[in-house]
């Protein structure tokens, strides 16, 4: 591949210009030579580095793990041990989400079938299905229900970085 402008190399990956930059600005991406005008040239390695970046992404980890499995890379460690590790918390994690589901699924048929019984009884003051529901509302994952963690967009999910001293990312990433 020739070497093409970060706005041809961000149309070629299906990104944009300013998630290319972004990547940059947090060491997930190399800084690229410049042309003598100060153009940034991309290369075919940047292209395979993204695309493995993007497909990372793709299997839930964050920028944060991607940043460390290449860090582990360029420093000329083989990653497959430590992204065995992550990939084993993420299945724990997804493990217990789909219990958590799975309880909210017992629940919310639970109610159902009773409302059903119930529905000639009064209404309550805003529905008396909800409000007779014996639901547990203190258990609150980080303040989520859990459809609402397992539901979130992971562009979402990377905003909160925002608070550990690392800029904003770029909407649509």
Known sequence: MKAATIGEFAARCGVSAKTVRYYESIDLLPAPPRSEGGYRLYGSEDEERLAFIRKAKRLGLSLDEIGGVLSLHDAGVRPCDHVIALLERHITRVDEALAEL????????????????????GDGRVCRIIEHAAIDTTRRRRGRSPAGALLEVPAERELRVRGQGRPHPPRGL
């Open 102 to 121: 799975g309880e909210l699924r017992r629940q919310l048929a639970a109610l159902r079938a009773d409302a059903r019984r119930r529905r000639r009884e």
